[in-house]
């Protein structure tokens, strides 16, 4: 099969910005980390200190995966009170 000028699809200026916040949100699941995190996080509500025991990394990289899920609209960050 040949495939023509006309059959691609080509992408305006404005919609190049909107391919890359896709990838971005798919890249953030593409990691067995963050994967683990937003399971463990679908029970509830969960402090950084118990995330960084369930998945048994440092505090600075655990929290870089968080800013990452976050970043990407996953999952939401609160200050403790």
Do not use: K, N, W
């Not at 200026?13 to 463990?40: M, W, Y």
């Amino acid at each position: 099969m040949m495939t023509t000028t006309a059959d691609r699809v080509r992408l305006l200026p404005s919609q190049v910005e909107g391919v890359g916040v896709v990838a971005r949100f798919f890249r953030a699941l593409a990691d067995p980390t963050r994967l683990r995190l937003l399971e463990f996080l679908l029970d509830g509500e969960h402090t950084v200190t118990e995330c960084v025991a369930y998945i048994g990394l440092s505090q600075g990289r655990v929290s870089t995966h968080l800013s990452c899920l976050a970043d990407c609209g996953y999952v939401q960050v609160r200050r403790a009170e």
